[in-house]
Nanobody
Framework: QVQLEESGGGLVQAGGSLRLSCAASGRAFSSIAMAWFRQAPGKEREFVAAISWIGGTSYYADSVKGRFTISRDNAKNTLYLQMNSLKLEDTAVYYC?????????????????????WGQGTQVTVSS
């Protein structure tokens, strides 16, 4: 099983940028799809972005499309989320998650139950 640890969260003004990282342990990282989810105060955890095992395919929630970019470096066992043009509503705890499949077909990545490992989360706070 893959173990995950997020970093890079913090306090940023609206319109600013942050880059989150997710360090993974285990050789399985390079053969599975990965994703980012987030949970805002008082809300359910929601999908943000997903990327296939080799990084050739990615999908985004409509709310972050055009502003966030998910990427991965399999040589470093690390997943990233570049967040630009941050908005107040992006405030949340961000989690990285390891899927059980390499590709992103059939939208399975939208179901959190399909992810076998989760990080502890990193707080992102966007201020006005």
């Amino acid at each position: 099983q893959v173990q995950l640890e997020e970093s890079g969260g913090g306090l940023v003004q609206a319109g600013g940028s942050l880059r989150l990282s997710c360090a993974a342990s285990g050789r399985a990282f390079s053969s599975i799809a990965m994703a980012w989810f987030r949970q805002a105060p008082g809300k359910e955890r929601e999908f943000v972005a997903a990327i296939s095992w080799i990084g050739g395919t990615s999908y985004y929630a409509d709310s972050v499309k055009g502003r966030f970019t998910i990427s991965r470096d399999n040589a470093k066992n690390t997943l990233y989320l570049q967040m630009n043009s941050l908005k107040l509503e992006d405030t949340a705890v961000y989690y990285c998650a390891a899927g059980r499949r390499p590709s992103l077909t059939s939208s399975w990545y939208l179901d959190q139950a399909n992810f076998g490992s989760w990080g502890q989360g990193t707080q992102v706070t966007v201020s006005s």
